[in-house]
């Protein structure tokens, strides 16, 4: 068996991980991430990356570079309810040096990230390489066991970091309990195509018994169709074809364009989960990310959410592991600072869920009420939830140094 060390060994290539990585590299601490795929190529991931995220780019002196790669550009928000359009959210007045959210594929933002964490030397990112257990001294996890093509790996490490997703193998290694805060649907991913007159169409649809959110994505629609939870299974008896016709029932601009749907394969399902760890770390080891909590798509916030973990994780652990003093202490600081807005971003999520999601998936007839009327009407009212879905709650800092900027100075 091949064994390597390191000082923070991550678990997991997503946006948690490659952020986390990106840090802790850049204020000298070494880490090797782990991703058990060959590449970031997967479609149906978050691909709205949120002005709280778009923030931390602009602490790291990257957001220029973000903008020129090719990206859509969201700074207002509405859908549809029943017959009527909703203004929902106003981006524009958000602070901060991007006032919009931008629509870039996740495999593009993942390869955005790591680029930009290759200069630092101590980032190290082991494509295949698929974390299995955890190596243990005692009561301690001081490890990794993991395979890559060239066999079983050992991979040594003061701090190990789950970042590998809401079916986190090494949280379940862990024995951490997880609460299930539940779900009444799932989600139906696929790919319509979007026309130059497209871009002031609704970001989707509520009518009884379906709903449908479309986000932008260059040539196409990147379409999310809600269902009831373990409805999978009826729609594909019922046929393609008439899932085809639900779907140009529910926005009729995408009725002529559903022949790019030729198989099931077309569409993924995602199995909604709302989940939350009680306690994120063990000596040795920390939970983040959806490894951590589980967000529901709504609001498109889990990819941000994530982030936030790590510029919080890096902030607070940089110089406890650049110093070799890494303590259990130090651990818990992350579970305390980010486990607040994690409930508060999810007691709304569950409220969303509760309220509209449930209720219309059930077949009643969502109705715009007073609230969504004066929302639409009130331009002012429209800041408020762009600050919610923007920004979040607790949006966090970049608090972690360069080293490389360090070593210039000296």
């Known amino acids: 068996m091949n064994e390597i060390a390191t000082t923070c060994c991550i678990a997991g290539g997503g946006p948690a991980g490659v952020m986390l990585g990106y840090l802790l590299a850049r204020a000298g601490v070494g880490v090797v991430v782990l991703e058990k795929h060959a590449d ?11 002005p709280s995220t778009l923030g931390v780019l602009a602490e790291l002196g990257v957001l220029q570079d973000f903008l020129e790669r090719p990206h859509q550009k969201l700074d207002r928000m509405s859908g549809m309810v029943g017959d009527e359009t909703i203004r929902i959210a106003d981006l524009r007045h958000l602070p901060g040096p991007a006032k919009f959210v931008a629509v870039m594929p996740q495999w593009d933002f993942l390869n955005f990230l790591s680029e930009k964490a290759d200069k630092y030397p101590d980032y190290h990112l082991r494509m295949r390489t ?3 257990d955890l190596v243990r001294e005692g009561d301690r996890i001081c490890g990794v066991l993991a395979r890559d093509p060239d066999g079983d790996l050992t991979v040594r490490a003061d701090l190990v970091v789950a970042a590998d997703g809401r079916h986190s193998t090494l949280r379940a290694r862990a024995g951490l309990e997880v609460d299930d805060l539940g779900a009444p649907m799932d989600v139906l991913w696929l790919r319509l ?16 018994g379906r709903m449908m959110v479309l986000i932008p994505r260059g040539e196409y629609f990147q379409c ?13 008896q019922a046929g393609l074809d008439a899932f085809k016709r639900d779907i140009g029932e529910v926005v009729p601009l995408l009725r002529d364009r559903t022949d790019a749907l030729t198989s099931w394969d077309d569409v993924k399902l ?16 920390l939970c983040i990310g959806d490894a951590a909590h589980a967000m529901s798509p709504v609001g498109g916030v889990g990819i941000n959410l994530a982030i936030q973990d790590a510029v919080a994780t890096a902030g607070l652990l940089w110089r406890p592991l650049r110093e070799r003093h890494l303590t259990t202490a130090d ?9 607040w807005p994690t409930k508060v971003t999810q007691q709304a999520q569950l409220f969303i869920q509760k309220s509209v999601i449930a209720p219309t998936l059930a077949g009643h007839q969502p109705r715009a009420g007073w609230p969504a009327r004066v929302l639409d009407r009130v331009e002012l009212l429209q800041r408020l939830p762009a600050r919610a879905v923007g920004l979040g709650v607790r949006p966090e800092h970049v608090r972690s140094p360069d ?8």
């Open 130 to 132: 698929e974390a299995l």
């Open 270 to 285: 995602l199995t909604v989960t709302v989940d939350r760890l009680r306690n994120w770390f063990k000596p040795g080891l």
């Open 331 to 339: 651990l818990e600081k992350v579970q305390r600072r980010r486990g």
């Open 193 to 208: 195509p979007r026309r130059p007159g497209d871009e002031t169409a609704p970001l989707g649809r509520l009518m009884a």
């Open 40 to 50: 970031f190529l997967r479609d149906f991931r978050g691909d709205t990356v949120h």
């Open 224 to 236: 999310a169709y809600l269902i009831r939870k373990g409805g999978a299974e009826a729609l594909r």
């Open 403 to 410: 080293a490389g900027a360090e070593r210039i100075v000296a």
